[in-house]
């Protein structure tokens, strides 16, 4: 589902998994885990106007 002005949106959503991974990398040595969730959309009718196929 493309939509428009969703840019920003990826950027961010790949600098959370960016920060989590740096973040997994610096708390290994101390034994700890980092999880992160990053869900996909969820199509629902107020996005109808933004799609495009």
């Known amino acids: 589902m493309a939509m ?3 840019a920003g949106y990826g ?3 790949a600098g959370k998994v960016g ?3 740096a973040l ?3 708390s ?3 034994g700890a885990g980092v ?3 990053a869900p996909g959309g ?3 009718g107020s996005q ?3 799609e495009h196929e």
Do not use: Q
């Open 11 to 13: 950027a961010v959503k």
């Open 4 to 6: 428009t002005g969703e």
């Open 24 to 26: 997994a990398d610096d």
């Open 42 to 44: 969820i199509r629902t």
């Open 19 to 21: 920060r989590a991974r």
């Open 35 to 37: 999880n992160a969730v």
């Open 48 to 50: 109808a106007p933004f």
């Open 28 to 30: 290994a040595s101390h």
